[in-house]
Nanobody
Framework: QVSLVESGGGLVQAGGSLRLSCAPSGQRVESYAWFRQGPRTEREFVAAIDRSSVTKYVAKSVEGRFAISRDNVENIVFLQMDSLKPEDTAVYYC???????????????????WGQGTQVTVSS
């Protein structure tokens, strides 16, 4: 079992920045990801990272603005979000798998463990 606790969401103006954190506990996690779900959209992939931080992926929609990283000492995964836009408004979820997902990093169904979600609201 893995438990995930997210933090760092909030209200920000367009062009601003936020950093989300995800703290796992329980079994060793090999793959982490961030997904988001807007008010009228399905849950979509945002970014993924493996335990060693060697493999990182970011969705095209946020490429160049968002970055995923992991603090190996504190065992926390971050999502740095810069140049935020109103369309980034969503509930952001941290997800985890105890397996290395390889090319399946963006597949929602491959992550059995999810955090409670943190709201990010970007005002125009």
């Amino acid at each position: 079992q893995v438990s995930l606790v997210e933090s760092g969401g909030g209200l920000v103006q367009a062009g601003g920045s936020l950093r989300l954190s995800c703290a796992p506990s329980g079994q060793r996690v090999e793959s982490y990801a961030w997904f988001r779900q807007g008010p009228r959209t399905e849950r979509e992939f945002v970014a993924a990272i493996d335990r060693s931080s060697v493999t990182k992926y970011v969705a095209k929609s946020v490429e160049g603005r968002f970055a995923i990283s992991r603090d190996n000492v504190e065992n926390i995964v971050f999502l740095q979000m810069d140049s935020l836009k109103p369309e980034d408004t969503a509930v952001y979820y941290c997800a985890a798998s105890i397996y290395f997902l390889g090319t399946y990093y963006s597949v929602r169904e491959k992550y059995p463990y999810w955090g409670q979600g943190t709201q990010v609201t970007v005002s125009s």
